[in-house]
């Protein structure tokens, strides 16, 4: 995440207290054929993408980035 721009690294770590409060803002979707797996924008061009369990009451941070082709197969 560091290597991030400035402003989209302080937006990244907005939404992160964001989701920790509330997993499911609004705005958040859910990945096709990746279960549990859940995206939201940061910005226009930025994502970031997450796994929520509830059980344990565990966010996981799995990808902050620019939307690419590469973004969802990791």
């Known amino acids: 995440m560091l290597k ?3 402003a989209i690294l302080i937006k990244a770590f ?4 964001q989701i920790k409060d509330a ?5 958040f979707k859910k990945l096709r ?3 549990d797996r859940l995206r939201i924008w ?4 930025y994502r970031m993408i997450y796994e ?7 966010i996981d941070i799995v990808y902050v980035g620019a939307k690419n082709e590469a973004t969802y197969r990791s």
């Open 42 to 45: 940061i910005d226009r061009n």
């Open 4 to 6: 991030l721009p400035d």
């Open 14 to 17: 907005r939404t992160i207290l």
């Open 33 to 35: 054929g990746q279960k």
């Open 52 to 58: 929520v369990d509830s059980d344990a009451e565990v």
């Open 23 to 27: 997993p499911y803002p609004r705005g």
